[in-house]
T-cell receptor
Framework: GESVGLHLPTLSVQEGDNSIINCAYSNSASDYFIWYKQESGKGPQFIIDIRSNMDKRQGQRVTVLLNKTVKHLSLQIAATQPGDSAVYFCAENPLGQGAQKLVFGQGTRLTINP | KAGVTQTPRYLIKTRGQQVTLSCSPISGHRSVSWYQQTPGQGLQFLFEYFSETQRNKGNFPGRFSGRQFSNSRSEMNVSTLELGDSALYLC???FGVGETQYFGPGTRLLVL
């Protein structure tokens, strides 16, 4: 069945350190992957996305890596700040570019320690 | 540019009632999707609309329905509410199908 799983439900890092959040997906047909950040009381906020024809994409302080061989996705956050504390979700689009259905993982709660 | 807006933000209903939630997409966006978020099930896809047509539907009972208007605004309706319908209902819009989805703040529904 469709599922996007996360290796760890919680992650705690020191302020200034780098964070890596991992995600496994199950649908080989998925061609689009997204990371969202959700703070308490808010809707998911887009962070970065990547299509299946790429294996790495960088944004401001964030990098997404895609390994299609093992169906693994990761989000790297450089020099984490207190404002990075949130729940992070990976999502995949298993129906390809002809549809808009996203399948979400359960999320990883990232806590930044001062 | 204003983000996705959802109304109302909070809602309390009782079992058996029905509810209508509204979503206004980002200006220029034509695709609207709805998701339900609960602590137990996480974020689950409800349905997707583009140009007033439902293109995909998630695995939810027929009590959940939606529609999209010619100005791309969308509504979803839940009839005969059950306790398990208590959730955060999120709307997301994108310029087109397959494009990045941007979420609104959600409508938190509590069914008593």
């Amino acid at each position: 069945g469709e599922s996007v799983g996360l290796h760890l439900p919680t992650l705690s890092v020191q302020e200034g350190d780098n964070s890596i959040i991992n995600c496994a997906y199950s649908n080989s047909a998925s061609d689009y992957f997204i990371w969202y950040k959700q703070e308490s009381g808010k809707g998911p906020q887009f962070i970065i996305d990547i299509r299946s024809n790429m294996d790495k994409r960088q944004g401001q302080r964030v990098t997404v890596l895609l390994n299609k061989t093992v169906k693994h996705l990761s989000l790297q956050i450089a020099a984490t700040q207190p404002g990075d504390s949130a729940v992070y979700f990976c999502a995949e689009n298993p129906l390809g570019q002809g549809a808009q259905k996203l399948v979400f993982g359960q999320g990883t709660r990232l806590t930044i320690n001062p | 540019k204003a983000g996705v807006t959802q109304t109302p933000r909070y809602l309390i209903k009782t079992r058996g009632q029905q509810v209508t939630l509204s979503c206004s997409p980002i200006s220029g966006h034509r695709s609207v999707s709805w998701y339900q978020q609960t602590p137990g099930q996480g974020l689950q896809f409800l349905f997707e609309y583009f140009s007033e047509t439902q293109r995909n539907k998630g695995n939810f009972p027929g009590r959940f329905s939606g529609r999209q208007f010619s100005n791309s605004r969308s509504e979803m309706n839940v009839s005969t509410l059950e306790l398990g319908d208590s959730a955060l209902y999120l709307c997301a819009s994108s310029f087109g199908v397959g494009e990045t989805q941007y979420f609104g703040p959600g409508t938190r529904l509590l069914v008593l």
